[in-house]
């Protein structure tokens, strides 16, 4: 069965501050990884995703991840913050029958 | 392009009162279908998902039921709502093999 464990329910970086958000995966076979972000009462945006292509994903807002398998790692990266980013941030790995295991996501609060 | 549309937006239901909310899908054929549901400061937690016509699988044990008489359309029910099912509500379609998952804009409900 696959799963996700999200470091840190919450994070706070200072406008203009590197963002770092952990997502730890299990799964039995390769897997398929996400990044969600959702902004208040909305749905869930895909950001990015891995399809076991290149390792070093980029996506959206300036937003990338890198797929370690020694690791069984899928960290979220953005240089520099911005207010905008303020949003909660999802970890996902494809299961079976098209199903999708969520992380109990992380809030991201930028600063000024 | 693919839509996906929920409504209502917003309710507010008495409990032991019904609930019906639909979702539809606009630009692709034979989505697998979900719907979630999110608690207050909660993650996501699956209710049920469907591959096809008819075909429903549910997650969670509970008083609610989901239909999928068409396609592209996908309902959720329930009889007599109880004060824990207010939440927010997203429908999400899919399609093989990467099954990345797209939302819809949810529904806010409030059970009183």
């Known amino acids: 069965a696959q799963s996700v464990t999200q470091l840190g329910s919450h994070v706070s970086v200072s406008e203009g501050a590197l963002v770092l958000l952990r997502c730890n995966y299990s799964?039995?076979?390769?897997?398929?990884l996400f990044w969600y972000v959702q902004y208040p009462n909305q749905g869930l945006q895909l950001l990015l995703k891995y399809t076991s292509a290149a390792t070093l994903v980029k996506g959206i807002n300036g937003f990338e991840a890198e797929f370690k398998k020694s690791e069984t790692s899928f960290h979220l990266t953005k240089p520099s913050a911005h207010m905008s980013d303020a949003a909660e941030y999802f970890c996902a790995v494809k299961g079976n029958a098209g199903k999708s295991t969520f992380g109990d996501g992380t809030t991201l609060t930028v600063k000024p | 392009s693919q839509t996906i549309h929920q409504w209502p937006a917003t309710l507010v239901q008495p409990v032991g009162s019904p609930l019906s909310l639909e979702c539809t899908v606009e630009?692709?054929?034979?989505?697998?279908l979900y719907w979630y549901r999110q608690a207050a400061g909660r993650g996501l937690q699956l209710l049920f998902y469907s591959v096809g016509i008819g075909q429903i699988s549910s997650e969670v044990p509970q008083n609610l039921s989901a239909s999928r008489p068409q396609d592209r359309q996908f309902i959720l029910s329930s009889k007599k709502l109880l004060l824990s099912d207010s939440g927010f509500y997203l429908c999400a379609w899919s399609v093989e093999p990467e099954d990345t998952q797209y939302f819809g804009p949810g529904t806010r409900l409030t059970v009183l």
């Open positions: 799964s039995s076979v390769p897997p398929y």
């Open positions: 630009g692709t054929s034979n989505p697998n």
